[in-house]
């Protein structure tokens, strides 16, 4: 672990995954690794911009998900958040309201003409978000 000079080391308690939905599953199971050294629980953060809730397909998805992860402690958080507030600052006011928590990002793999046009928020995250963030690459 690397910590900042001007920090303290203080014991991780909550895992907050700040996760799009698309493959929940793949990333869910990579998380305990990181959770369990710390007996931290994970929450599983979906931002609803749109208001429009989750199916039934997709709240099943979530529950085999986390089912299938092995790991007691993760729950999952569906927050309606106000579109005229960036998802960067959606996520600060959040991981604030969690003591000793690190947000947990699996940026998306782009291609180079993606890279050009689209930003990435994990990227953004990295250099202006005051909270510890940990970023893992998915996997191929």
């Not at 208001?51 to 309606?80: D, F, M, P, W």
């Not at 600060?92 to 046009?117: D, H, T, W």
Request: aromatic share 12%; proline share 4%.
């Amino acid at each position: 672990y690397a910590i900042q000079i001007r920090h303290r080391f203080k014991k991780i308690h909550t895992l907050v995954y700040a996760c799009d939905l698309k493959t929940p599953l793949e990333e869910l199971k990579t998380l305990p690794f990181f959770a369990k050294p710390f007996d931290a629980s994970i929450e599983l953060l979906h931002l609803d911009y749109w208001k429009r809730g989750l199916s039934e397909i997709e709240l099943k998805n979530i529950e085999t998900a986390i089912k299938k992860a092995g790991y007691k402690k993760i729950v999952h958080v569906e927050k309606e958040v106000r579109i005229n507030k960036t998802m960067q600052e959606h996520l600060e006011g959040y991981s604030k309201k969690r003591k000793n928590s690190v947000l947990a990002m699996f940026p998306e793999n782009f291609n180079i003409f993606e890279k050009i046009f689209l930003p990435s928020i994990t990227k953004q995250l990295s250099y202006n978000f005051s909270r510890p963030l940990l970023s893992i690459r998915k996997q191929q």
